[in-house]
């Protein structure tokens, strides 16, 4: 049986001054989707954090294992290494490098790899095809609609092929078409493979992601 | 990528950068622009007394004495007897000793009474006309001649003194004979004529009917006359011999204190550019903030993050120390142009300053940028990823 790309066992984080977020324990495979619920504040978005290697795992705060790697364990830098190839990730802000046209936003994490070729710029174009934004592929991000963005900054965080993409509230604030091109990338995402960890309060994402389910959907509500 | 993104980061905020590379060339080019003055003028006052060994006029001062007779900036303490000069002409120790008589100016260009060794000594030639060969004949300098339009056939009046005085010699027209060349010397900023012109214009004038000189300038023939050749001079009654080497070095090193509150200036003024640099940095950074975690979530590494930064700095200080070396170029030579005719510009020397410049300037550019740095390494991906 094949092992769960993702475990995590009795996570727990503190922010300074504040009272202790605990996630449980949890797995996720290779081709599922595991929706994050919760209400604002519960801990959504940290959880993304410690699983992306931005924020730290203290010790005795549980464990997290990407791909047979122990999250907690890893130096700073190593954690830095899981983007992009291991861990791709849509943030819940759509920032992008305003000074960089859209598809060199998209290239980026290849480009700091230094793996920027033309099959590796052909996948973005291919990326961009499939989110309906290839026309803006030229533009600079501010001239972006917010939808626009976001299909800009998923097609960002797939480029590298990772394993897990760690999506935070990527349909908030996003127009139906946009919602559902999302919503399909990810499930195309999951389709090949890929693992999904969305974190959402939009009650329209699990039956977008549902309407065309090819993969595993589990939800998991996080206690306030 | 993060070459390229450099170069996006300063091209994003033009005038941000343009007024940084204004401020940091600006303080580069001023502390450069002193520290090179500072020893192209050195240089400069040495080589009005190259081959001077001892000038020897009236008994005063000797540094007064040095500064009459080398760089025309003083008034003779008195004259000598021409013949003591020829006496020392004749002294074996002495290889050359050159008589000049010195009293009248114009247009504030001393006129020199000489004889016509005093223009191959300081190694000028004629760039037309002919050296003085009658008295009342006069070579000028090339200073003097782009300065007051001279040339040669052209009669003019000295004035008495440097011109302060309100007194022409009216009686006494010169004709130029000839107009010299320039060589970067004292010669360049004076009028040359006979011994003879300036006995006859003061003629009357004189408290006695003998023959008198005001300097005579000696090169002597081994550096051993320099221990006692003074001393032997000194003893004669109305004579001082004054060592110009001595005198200038006695005199730079009473000023010593403002050479070292000019390079203290001038390290002041690096410390303001980099400080303007910082301050680009930082205000740069502040808006930056969302795109460097973008850049962090992306996968860039925080050394990837300083090499951004330090990027950016030395970009900064690489076109600063560009705009430095042309600025310091045009002011030095408009000074020369304008101001210090017979300054001569060594190239060589005003690159290596430049050098020496650009290398300090980096340094404090890395030095400033720390902070940057430690911001940097402090920012909070997760919060900006997260915030709206």
Known sequence: MTPPLLTVRDLTHRFAGRAEIAFGSFTLNAGSILLLRGASGCG????????????????????????????????????????????GWMPQRQLMINSLSVLDNVLLPMALLGGVNTEVRRRA?????????????????????????????????????????????????????????VAEQMLAFAATGGAVLVSSHDRAMRSLLEADAVAVINELALPR | MITRLVFRFLCDRPWQFALAVTLCALGLASAISIVWLQSLLETHARRQAQGIDIVVGAQGSALQNVLAAVYYLDVPNGNIRLAEVDALRAHPMVAKAIPIALGDSVAGARIVGTTPEFVAFYGATLASGELPAVPMDAAIGAAVAARTGLKVGDNFVGA????????????????????????????????????????LVHEGHAASAEKEATFALLQLKSPIAMATLPRLINQKAGLQAAVPAMESARLLISFDWVALIVKAFAGVLIVAAMASLLGALLQALARQEPELAVLRAMGASRAQLAALMLGESMVLVAVSSVVAGALTAVGVWALQRFALAGLLI?????????????????????????????????????????SR
Request: aromatic share 4%.
């Open chain 2, 160 to 199: 008495h003194g440097l011109g302060d005085l309100g007194v022409d010699h009216e009686s006494h027209p010169y004709r130029v004979s000839g107009v010299l060349n320039p060589t970067g010397r004292v010669i360049d900023q004076t009028v040359v004529t006979l011994l003879e012109s300036v006995w």
């Open chain 1, 125 to 181: 174009t291919s990326l961009l095809d499939s989110l309906a934004i290839v026309e803006l592929a030229a533009q600079r991000p501010a001239t972006l609609s917010v939808g626009q963005a976001a299909r800009a900054c998923l097609a960002r965080a797939l480029l590298a092929q990772p394993k897990l993409l760690l999506a935070d509230e990527p349909t908030a604030a996003l127009d139906e078409t946009s919602a559902c091109l």
């Open chain 2, 346 to 386: 060594d190239v060589e020397q005003g690159f290596l300053f430049w050098l020496a410049g650009l290398l300090v300037a980096t340094l404090m550019a890395i030095v400033a940028t720390i902070p940057v740095l430690w911001r940097i390494a402090s920012v909070d991906v997760a919060a900006q990823l997260s």
């Open chain 1, 44 to 87: 959504k978005s940290t959880l993304l954090h410690l699983l992306g290697g931005v924020l730290s795992i203290a010790a005795n705060s549980g464990s997290a294992v990407l791909d047979g790697r122990d999250i907690a364990a890893m130096t700073p830098p190593a954690r830095d290494r899981l983007r992009p190839r291991l861990a």
